[in-house]
């Protein structure tokens, strides 16, 4: 954004009573920012902006999109507010939102936005199929959205708008919309949406609020606070969200961190319909909350989640093992489930996950160890670096899942299985694993 367009965007906001003294949108090494302009204790509000400056469900009903599509309350929340972004921006100078639209970027380092060469980069990640996943999702709600609205109403839309202009709406709202305006809340809102994400602020909690509500004709005002404190001149910072994986960080805003919490995997398991107890394992799957595939998050140096090794061993139940299926055990299978039930059964979980593992580690074209050197590479573009980073981090995991049941092959002998249990519970086996005889 040139500084003109930056100077016109500060008047727009004082005019219509945004609070602006405290942060100045800004050129920062993230695209724009907000600069304290002065000292400022953690805590403090740093911006305000009022209601009728958001583009919202509100504004959108207001707008001629609403007309024109009975309110847009039939439209999904994010096409109502893409649409009204599009439409505003084909309105030019004529938009209330023009000093704002002039200041948004033409495109992230999201990986949505990545050409052809440059998802190369990213072959055999989770990551990838994520990227065209949503990239499918967004061009299908754009060629009915095209159908049935930009088509039908052509006075609103004088020129064209393409699949890379929808997108580019789609990008601009999943950067820009603080995570916990979800659903009809969804909002972008403008000055308070320039402050960008490090890594540093680690608190819980948000650093905003929406305040007014409308109570007593008082003003409706986003708010937003400084977590830490800021030196006039610095930036304000503030945390996106802590539980986003190193992934879907890249895919929402284009950047990744190099911290291993954000390093994740997710593994998918499934009851085949081929399996000879398909039926049972279902119903003993859905009993207990699960279903015919479950998926779990694997971070990075966190153990397994408790829940994926039961699923794994009621999968991989069969042979002399699957009278555990019969509906007399139904209630306590779970519980059983829950402990190693046979080495046969240990031995192929472990198997089961270690071919995974080594199929999904064969599809990447770089080592781990390839990634790091790379990652010492000075000026790496950023959207390398993100590609470097996340399929190394899912790497990382898999190798760290292989390593997890290689271990376990090698203690099977040691585990204590179904059998031994039962006889223990049953007062027929000492500790020591002696056979116990009934004095007669
Ligand atoms: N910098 C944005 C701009 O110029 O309009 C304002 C913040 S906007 C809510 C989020 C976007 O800012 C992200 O998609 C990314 O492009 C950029 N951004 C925010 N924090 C960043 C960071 N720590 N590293 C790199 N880019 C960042």
């Known amino acids: 954004a040139s500084t003109a367009a930056l100077e016109d965007f500060r008047r727009w906001l004082s005019s219509h009573g945004a609070v602006e003294g405290k942060a100045s949108p800004a050129a920062v090494p993230e695209g724009l920012g907000l600069v304290a302009a002065r000292d400022l204790p953690r805590g403090e509000v740093v911006a305000e902006v009022p209601k009728k400056l958001w583009m919202d469900a509100d504004a959108v009903a207001a707008s001629d999109i609403g007309r024109a ?19 505003e921006v084909a309105r030019g100078a ?22 052809e060469e440059e998802l190369l980069e990213i072959q055999g990640t989770q990551l990838l199929s994520t990227t065209m996943g949503v990239k499918d999702y967004v061009q299908s709600e754009f060629e009915s959205v095209e159908a049935e609205i930009i088509n039908a109403n052509k006075d609103l839309f004088p020129g064209t708008i393409t699949f890379d202009d929808f997108l580019w709406a789609f990008g601009i709202l999943r ?22 994400h490090s890594a540093d602020i680690t608190s819980e909690g948000s650093s905003w609020e929406i305040k007014g509500k409308g109570l007593f004709g008082r003003e409706v005002m986003f708010s937003l606070r400084t977590p830490v404190d800021v030196k006039s001149g610095k930036q304000i910072y503030i945390q996106y969200d802590l539980n986003k994986s190193n992934a879907e960080l890249a895919l929402d805003y284009g950047f990744i961190e190099s911290n291993p919490s954000r390093d994740s995997y997710t593994v998918t398991l499934e009851i085949s319909e081929s399996d000879p107890f398909y039926g049972d394992k279902l119903d003993i799957a859905e009993l207990n909350g699960l279903g015919e595939s479950a998926y779990f998050d694997i971070v990075l140096n966190e ?9 794994l061993r009621l999968l991989c139940i069969g042979g002399t093992d699957a009278f555990l299926l019969e509906a007399l055990f139904r209630n306590s299978v779970w519980g059983h489930l829950e402990q190693p039930v046979s080495p046969d059964n240990e031995e192929s979980i472990c198997k089961v996950m270690r071919d995974a593992c080594k199929s999904a580690l064969g599809a990447y074209h770089t080592t781990i160890q390839e990634d790091e050197e790379l990652l010492e590479t000075e000026n790496l573009q950023p959207r390398l670096k993100i590609a470097i980073g996340v399929r190394a981090g899912e790497k990382k995991v898999l190798q760290q899942i292989d390593d997890i049941f290689k271990q376990r092959e090698e203690e099977l002998d040691g585990l204590e299985y179904y059998q031994e249990r039962r006889l223990k519970d049953l007062g027929l086996v000492g500790d020591n694993g002696e056979i116990i005889f009934w004095e007669t």
Request: hydrophobic share 45%.
């Open 175 to 196: 950067s820009r919309v603080f995570p916990e305006l979800r659903g009809d809340k969804l909002a972008l809102i403008p000055f308070a949406d320039l402050v960008n």
């Open 69 to 87: 599509c009975g309110g847009g309350g039939e439209l999904r929340p994010w096409v109502a507010v893409a649409l009204l972004l599009l439409r």
């Open 94 to 115: 004529d938009s209330p939102w023009a000093p704002y639209l002039a200041i948004l970027p033409r495109q992230t380092d999201s990986t949505i936005f990545w050409s």
């Open 303 to 311: 153990p397994l989640p408790p829940q994926m090794i039961t699923y």
